[in-house]
């Protein structure tokens, strides 16, 4: 059509573009917003680290440019602390799944949280596990209908939002995909802040779990976001639950902690210095 | 609807009105009934469907007009594909 570029084609790798998710898949929007953060903050590439645990988000890691890691199944946090502990200086960011980080890797994520350390977790939020046919999980809503619960789920979901506040993180949102503007502003905010910083990306699945929940195409579930969501920065972790009538967003927690690696590594240097001067 | 001026704004010859041009890379596009982000939630309404077919069978979006174009951007920030782009229009001859 023209010689005009889009403006990510270079933050992208363009062999693997297009990519997989399927059409009204909201991974796509969450991908954009962080390369829009990482553009607008003018961040060199090379100082960039984008961990990605398995799923069908677990594909960021191969599509951008940055320096990427596509980890095994629910370790994402722990590859991405040891990635941050070894070199303080690059940037870490792990976008990965609601089964990934909080199913197999909640383990991995509440402690990593407890100790702060400095990483920026973006979880993309789509109440099921997609890329095997739609099980239900532990963000599934209560009462809601998938391939594994055919008359409804009987478990009561997480509250992401309460668990990360509670285990310790200085900096928890939770935004949808249609709010795109301020989801990029709040990924631009984690990215500076230092300590573990979470938000929660509800994305939409119509392939998987709407066409399940009455909801078969993305512009269905996106006006179902756009009905339900509710802007309440501040306000109380423990109430945000996720029910069909009200999604809660907002910014939750902004507070300010000193992060596991500069604690860590403040520790070495005291220790070395101390034995440096030979009284231990 | 947008709502209707009843009085002319104190700035309103200060303020310049952008003005964009669009760009649509086809093949990358997963527009059809699956997606279609853009056609619908364009504050401007400057996109429409269209019943031409891409590569993957998919139906791209086809502008409609592009002088409502404000270069907001909500098209490029919305589209999962990277597949939709504004540029700012040169507007010295008049748009």
Known sequence: ????????????????????????????????????????????????????????????????????????????????????????????????????????????????????????????????????????????????WTSTTPYGNVEHPFNLIHLAAASGAVYVARWTTLHVRRLTESIKKALQKEGFSFIEVITPCPEI???????????????????????????????????????????????????????????????????????? | MPLKLWRKPLDADKIKVLHGEVYIIKERCKGGKGCNFCIEYCPKEVLEESEEFNKKGFHPPRVKDENNCVLCGFCEAVCPDFAIFTVEKNCEGGC
């Open chain 1, 1 to 144: 059509m023209s010689e005009e570029l889009h403006p990510f084609e270079t933050f992208l790798r363009k062999e693997m573009i297009p990519h997989i998710w399927c059409d009204g898949c909201g991974n796509g929007i969450i991908l954009n917003s962080y390369l829009m953060a990482l553009k607008d903050l003018n961040i060199d590439f090379n100082k960039v680290v984008t961990v990605a645990g398995i799923g069908c988000i677990g594909r960021v890691s191969g599509y951008t440019k940055t320096d990427s890691y596509h980890t095994t199944h629910g370790r994402a946090v722990a590859f991405a602390t040891g990635v941050k502990l070894a070199n303080p200086e690059l940037k870490v960011a792990v976008i990965s799944g609601d089964g990934d980080l909080f199913a197999i890797g909640g383990n991995h994520f509440i402690h990593a949280a407890r100790r702060n350390v400095n990483l920026q977790v973006i979880c993309a939020n789509n109440f099921t596990y997609g890329m095997t046919g739609g099980q239900y999980g532990p963000t599934t809503p209560l009462d809601a």
């Open chain 1, 209 to 280: 779990y709407g066409r399940y929940n009455k909801m078969r195409t993305g512009i269905d579930m996106m006006n179902w976001f756009r009905k339900a969501s509710e802007i309440r920065n501040y306000s109380d972790p423990a109430k945000a639950e996720i029910t069909p009538e009200r999604i809660v967003l907002g910014e939750f927690v902004d507070i300010e902690k000193p992060s596991f690696g500069r604690l860590l590594h403040g520790m070495t240097a005291k220790v070395q210095e101390k034995m440096k001067r030979g009284n231990r």
